[in-house]
């Protein structure tokens, strides 16, 4: 039975006793920049104009069917509190992002839209659509690898997915980071951070240290 799970901790089957009937992953639009050019023909697609395309939200659309009929009514309730309140990730049991992989496809939630009760083929039951970001991460954490020479620690980070902010975590000293551009980053003993500057480009990225540094990412794709 395919069933999914909010937050990483609460399962619809288990702890909710919904048994998903339906659902659609919808697949997020580019955003389409363009201007007429007065006095020319056409117009200037604009979309690359940041260097990064933008999506509109992914749309998912569940369609449960409520296992205690009797209490059907209080297992809407129940539900509607808990994703109301704190859902913020969503992910299916079946949908792996990689083949032979444990590592499940995330969804990040912004907001959510339920029907109200209802009775279809005589068992209670309702929707939901789920309005989500546009890129859907790996649920496993993917780390840069490393090697020494020196005192000299060399980090090679493999990103196969769409550019990523990762953490970096010095946790033992201070630790000075150089990017594969040369730049230099201070990064904090004990403290997990991240620079809006340091981004993961699809392909291989290599960072040098002068002391013993963790990077970590998550793979994300449309």
Do not use: H
């Not at 937050?7 to 992953?25: A, K, T, W």
């Not at 580019?30 to 006095?39: C, E, G, I, Q, S």
């Amino acid at each position: 039975m395919v069933t999914v799970k909010f937050n990483n901790v609460q399962d619809s089957y288990e702890d909710f006793g919904l048994i998903l009937v339906n659902r659609e992953i919808g697949t997020p639009e580019v955003k389409r920049v363009a201007v007429d050019l007065p006095f020319a023909n056409g117009s200037l697609d604009l979309s690359f104009y940041y260097g990064e395309l933008k999506y509109t939200s992914r749309i998912i659309k569940c369609d449960f069917v409520i296992k205690d009929q009797a209490n059907a009514q209080k297992v809407y309730s129940n539900f509607m509190a808990y994703t109301e309140g704190i859902m913020t990730w969503m992910s299916f049991s079946d949908d792996f992002s990689t083949e032979g992989s444990n590592d499940l496809w995330e969804y990040t939630c912004e907001s959510m839209k339920a029907s109200a009760l209802k009775k279809t083929d005589k068992l209670w039951g309702f929707s939901v659509e789920f309005k989500c970001k546009p890129f859907k991460e790996k649920s496993g954490t993917k780390r840069g690898t490393m090697s020494s020479t020196d005192g000299v620690y060399y980090i090679t980070c493999e990103n196969n997915g769409m550019p990523a902010v990762p953490k970096m975590t010095a946790p033992f000293a201070e630790v000075t980071l150089t990017t594969p551009e040369g730049d230099e980053y201070i990064l904090p003993a004990g403290e997990t951070v991240s620079f809006p500057d340091i981004v993961l480009y699809q392909g291989t990225s290599e960072f040098t240290a002068n002391g013993f540094v963790l990077i970590d990412w998550n793979e994300r794709t449309i």
